[in-house]
């Protein structure tokens, strides 16, 4: 069992930026590929950036370009999806999920594992 856990939301005006942190408890995250994903208020889920073991291998949904980057630490341990330049329409939970290495789809349908979310609100 893969538990994630999210951390890094918060409060923050346009244009601030947020570091927004995924772990899994005992286990190393460079064994799968994560996906983090939007969940705005009334909407569905979709997903923002996702990453395999690489960094050329980032994908990322066109709203979020030039402004979201997804990485890892070095130990392996935890995935970071920094966000820059954030607009009040970023403004929801964000999640971080998991699955086997090979493909970064940004479908959440195509994820196993799933954190319980980090509120992100963006607002002056």
């Known amino acids: 069992q893969l538990d994630l856990v999210e951390s890094g939301g918060g409060l923050v005006q346009p244009g601030g930026s947020l570091r927004l942190s995924c772990t899994a408890s005992?286990?190393?995250?460079?064994?799968?590929?994560i996906g983090w994903f939007h969940q705005a208020p009334g909407k569905e889920r979709e997903g923002v950036a996702a990453?395999?073991?690489?960094?050329?291998?980032?994908e990322y949904v066109d709203s979020v370009k030039g402004r979201f980057s997804i990485s890892r630490d070095n130990t392996g341990k935890v995935v970071y999806l920094q966000m820059n330049d954030l607009k009040p329409e970023d403004t929801g939970i964000y999640y971080c999920?998991?699955?086997?290495?090979?493909?970064?789809?940004?479908?959440?349908?195509?994820?196993?594992?799933w954190g319980q979310g980090t509120q992100v609100t963006v607002s002056s």
């Open positions: 990453m395999g073991r690489n960094a050329n291998s980032a």
């Open positions: 999920a998991a699955r086997a290495l090979g493909e970064t789809p940004l479908s959440s349908a195509r994820y196993g594992y």
């Open positions: 005992g286990h190393r995250l460079d064994y799968y590929t």
